[in-house]
Each structure stands twice: as C-alpha cells, then as structure tokens.
Nanobody, 121 residues
C-alpha cells in the first residue's frame, strides 16, 4: 500500500502563492498518474490537477487553470502543486492521490492527512 504525506500548506493573503508537496512511499511512484484534490468545509472533495507518469501531460480543473501548476520528480517520489494568484475560494484541505488517467480522476489509494491551505481576503 502506497502512503503519501502532503505538506506545504499555510495561511496566505489573496494574490499570494504556495507550493504544496506530496511525498510517496511504499510503491513504484513512477508507475502512477498522480493528482491533487481539495475539500473545503461543507463541500465535497473536488479534483484540482493531474499529471501523467512521465510528467509530460497535465490536466487541471476549471477553477484553477492558469493559476496552478502540477509537476513531479520520480527520482524523489514527489509531486508538487504550485499555486499562484490564490483566492479565498481556494481555501481547503489539499490531498494527493493516484488516479487511473489524467482525465479519469477517481482516486486509487486511501487518503493521506492532507495539508490545510487558508487564503485570507
């Protein structure tokens, strides 16, 4: 069973930036398409971004296109989410998980603890 640990969240003002990290262990990281998800209070978890096994194909949810960038380093078993131009509506707990394809955003693993992102107005 692959385990993930998300980090990098925090409190930031609107318009600011954060970079989230997701470190995976216990499996062959490079064989998985990876995705980021988020869940705001009282809302369902939603898809944010996904990246192919080699990193050449990325896919974003409509609400973050042009502001967020997903990347990965298979040698480090890590996937990142660079978040720019943050908005208060980006406030949520952010999670990473494996997905079947970049456009099939069904999570494959158990969820990690996530990392809290809070954007103040």
């Amino acid at each position: 069973q692959v385990q993930v640990v998300e980090s990098g969240g925090g409190l930031v003002q609107a318009g600011g930036s954060l970079r989230l990290s997701c470190a995976a262990s216990g499996g062959t990281f490079s064989s998985y398409v990876m995705g980021w998800f988020r869940q705001a209070p009282g809302k369902e978890r939603e898809f944010v971004a996904a990246i192919s096994r080699g990193g050449s194909i990325v896919y974003y949810g409509d609400s973050v296109k042009g502001r967020f960038t997903i990347s990965r380093d298979n040698a480090k078993n890590t996937v990142w989410l660079q978040m720019n131009s943050l908005k208060p509506e980006d406030t949520a707990v952010y999670y990473c998980n494996a997905v079947p394809t970049v456009t099939t955003t069904r999570p494959l693993w158990s969820w990690g603890q996530g990392t809290q992102v809070t954007v103040s107005s």
